[in-house]
């Protein structure tokens, strides 16, 4: 389960619209003991790509010292697919890179984003419930 | 956190891979360079733009090691 707090979520939904026509990326900081994303990082796509992302390093080098200041870590990544469905790719699997963390992906294929969350373990995906508080 | 020692960025991974031996397939290939998936910083600044591993570190500078995070839907239509 990932817990998000509602201002994340706009947040996470907002960038990723944003970003289009291109794939947008970002990290969700928080409390990996509770799966609470309480902050929400949006980063550039270095790939500058509408199929791929890249988190730019230096945004998450920023976002990993924020997060650790306040005594949080980067819980998970999120990131958007402009054509296909919110599910992870296979690119999304070979790539993910920390068994620990949610990967939550923000289809906008359609007019109404879909937003899922899953969790990715060596080469296994299996989706989350996410919980809006 | 961890310290380890050297005059450059290659000088402090060598260290840091003979303390700690199973790091060394996750931080440099078999070429012993720098894995393509691993971003290094010296303090703020990517190594990439440093010299790589011949970046010159200074006492009490600080390495910080990130994997690269990356996907997308590699959809072609």
Redesign the interface.
């Known amino acids: 389960m990932l817990r998000l707090s509602r201002d994340v979520y706009r947040q996470m939904v907002g960038h990723c619209l944003d970003g289009l026509p291109l794939e947008a990326c970002g990290l969700l900081g928080g409390d990996p003991e509770t799966d609470r994303a309480s902050l929400c990082y949006p980063t550039g796509n270095a790939a500058a790509s509408a199929r791929l992302y890249t988190v730019d390093p230096r945004d998450h080098l920023r976002a990993d010292r924020d997060a650790e200041g306040r005594g949080l870590e980067v819980i998970g990544v999120f990131h958007s697919h402009t054509h296909t469905d919110a599910y992870p790719s296979p690119t999304d699997v070979a790539q993910a890179p920390d068994p620990t963390w949610h990967y939550v992906l923000v289809s906008l294929r359609d007019v109404a984003p879909v937003v899922r969350s899953y969790r990715i373990v060596d080469g296994k995906i299996a989706e989350e419930s996410i919980v809006l508080e | 956190m961890v310290e380890a020692s050297g005059a450059t960025v290659g000088e402090v991974f060598d260290d840091l891979v003979t303390q700690y031996p199973g790091l060394r397939s996750q931080v440099l290939t078999d070429d012993g360079d720098l894995h393509r998936?691993l971003?290094v910083?010296l303090n703020?600044d990517?190594i990439r733009y440093l010299g790589k591993l011949d970046a010159k570190v200074n006492a009490d500078d600080t390495v910080?090691l990130?994997?690269?995070?990356?996907?997308?839907?590699?959809?072609?239509?």
Request: hydrophobic residues 30%; charged residues 15%.
């Open positions: 998936h971003n910083f703020d990517d910080t990130m994997p690269a995070v990356a996907g997308g839907s590699g959809d072609s239509s």
